[in-house]
């Protein structure tokens, strides 16, 4: 998905004939491709959305000097583009990792589902240049009403989970308490995460 704004990042997905037998491996865990974080957002919130795609925006309205507000409409239509099975079980197995962060990456009374990333940049030369991490967050996962992506380039630390977390968490909490989001009932349905 792009947005056309200046400077837009493609991402970048080579096709899987053209995967050696390491890619085939690495891209199931986030190597061998590349996303901005508006794809990186849009696809969690494709899951959130049980499995459907919802055109994305940057402005959500634009209000004149005279104060009449107009609201922006995001081009193209929702389309669902994976089985609402599948995002449900997705939505599930990313609640599980965020438990694995909860004692400092949570807002208290509230389920939280994520994704962590960490990657390191290289550059023309091929010398690690730069560590980039994430971590998008879906809040309330029962009940699904933001997607948070925080990305940072060289934290105090590498892990996605240690850096980019607590600031989601941080997002969060502020967004809960704004919108006054009903807490969380309890879950119930948690999928086993080691077997």
Do not use: C
């Not at 200046?6 to 053209?18: F, M, T, W």
């Not at 491709?33 to 959500?60: C, E, F, H, W």
């Not at 977390?165 to 009932?185: C, D, H, N, R």
Request: hydrophobic share 35%.
């Amino acid at each position: 998905t792009r947005l056309n704004l200046p400077g837009e990042s493609e991402g970048v997905l080579h096709p899987s004939d053209s995967w050696d037998r390491r890619t085939r491996n690495t891209v199931l865990f986030g190597q061998g491709y590349t996303v901005n974080v508006m794809q990186l957002t849009n696809a969690v919130s494709v899951i959130a959305n049980k499995g459907v795609k919802k055109p994305q925006r940057i402005i959500k309205s634009i209000t004149d000097t005279a104060g009449h507000v107009e609201e922006q409409q995001s081009k193209g239509e929702a389309t669902r583009v994976i089985d609402e099975s599948v995002a449900s079980q997705m939505l599930n197995a990313m609640e599980s990792s965020a438990e694995h962060y909860n004692t400092f990456v949570k807002v208290d009374g509230y389920r939280m589902a994520a994704k962590s990333g960490t990657a390191e940049v290289a550059g023309a030369n091929g010398q690690l240049t730069s560590i980039i991490s994430d971590y998008s967050t879906i809040i309330p996962a029962d009940n699904p009403r933001f997607v948070i992506t925080v990305v940072l380039k060289d934290p105090q630390g590498s892990f996605g989970g240690l850096t980019a977390g607590p600031v989601t968490a941080e997002i969060g909490e502020f967004l809960m308490q704004k919108y006054e989001v009903p807490a969380s009932s309890p879950r119930t349905d948690a999928i086993p995460v080691n077997w």
